[in-house]
């Protein structure tokens, strides 16, 4: 096991369960930022039923089992077999919906297939060097289709490779993966360059209330 699949999977233990219905009663949906019931859903992806979506660091699998619920071909890929084993318990036996487990270039670079979207939600696009991972994406992608990505804003000052420390036990160093962060006009340019057209980034703000982070949010087309 890779040390980044041994941080995700102590990130796997330390995550909450999604719950059972959101404030709507609905048992799937789909939720881009860090905050309950708040901002857009699958429709940023903008594809219909039938289509096939990818899901890069599907995580406990939430989102990818929504997008199944509602019609479409939902792949979730991640490197954590913790996470992947939560997913699968919950919603494996969810008609429509794959699960694997992959690193998000190598998963890539292997299909065969292609996507009609492709979408991180704080997954593999902000913990994988951009370099490698944004061509891989847009030679999956089928003509028109939509890559769609959220994660934290990047801390004024603190751009490109960064570090994420998973804290452990109380006498164990925390683990450590590399994470990338660009403010929304750098997102755009990096895109743009490896091919995508109509490139859109923007910072959602949080809900109403104390918090004051929000949650960038970049949309391109293949």
């Given at each position: 096991?890779?040390d980044t ?10 995550r909450?369960?999604?719950?059972p219905?959101?404030?709507r ?7 881009w ?8 859903g699958?429709e940023l992806?903008d ?8 899901d890069?660091g ?5 989102n990818?089992a929504?997008?199944?619920a ?7 890929v991640?490197v954590?077999l913790r996470?992947?084993?939560a997913?699968r318990?919950r ?5 429509g ?15 065969r ?8 939600v ?12 944004l ?7 089928r003509?028109?289709?939509r ?8 801390v ?29 006009n ?7 360059e490896?091919?995508?057209m ?20 970049v949309?391109?087309?293949?």
């Amino acid at each position: 096991m890779t040390d980044t699949a041994i941080a995700w999977d102590t990130y796997a233990r330390q995550r909450p369960e999604r719950r059972p219905v959101n404030a709507r009663g609905e048992t799937t949906w789909f939720n881009w930022t860090q905050y309950e019931d708040h901002g857009p859903g699958a429709e940023l992806l903008d594809v219909a039923a039938g289509a096939r979506v990818l899901d890069l660091g599907c995580g406990k699998g939430g989102n990818a089992a929504h997008l199944a619920a509602i019609g479409m071909r939902a792949v979730g890929v991640d490197v954590s077999l913790r996470q992947l084993a939560a997913a699968r318990e919950r919603w494996g036996q969810a008609p429509g919906l794959e699960l694997h487990h992959a690193e998000a270039v190598r998963f890539l670079l292997e299909d065969r297939e292609g996507f009609d979207a492709v979408y991180s939600v704080y997954g593999a696009v902000w913990f994988t060097d951009p370099t490698l991972l944004l061509p891989a994406v847009r030679e999956r992608l089928r003509p028109g289709g939509r890559l769609v990505f959220s994660q934290r804003p990047p801390v004024e000052g603190c751009y490109g490779c960064q570090a994420s420390y998973i804290p452990r036990g109380p006498d164990e160093d925390p683990l450590v993966v590399k994470r990338w962060d660009y403010e929304p006009n750098a997102w755009e340019q990096l895109l743009a360059e490896h091919g995508y057209m109509d490139v859109r980034a923007s910072v959602l703000a949080p809900p109403a209330g104390a918090r004051r982070v929000g949650t960038l949010v970049v949309t391109a087309r293949a």
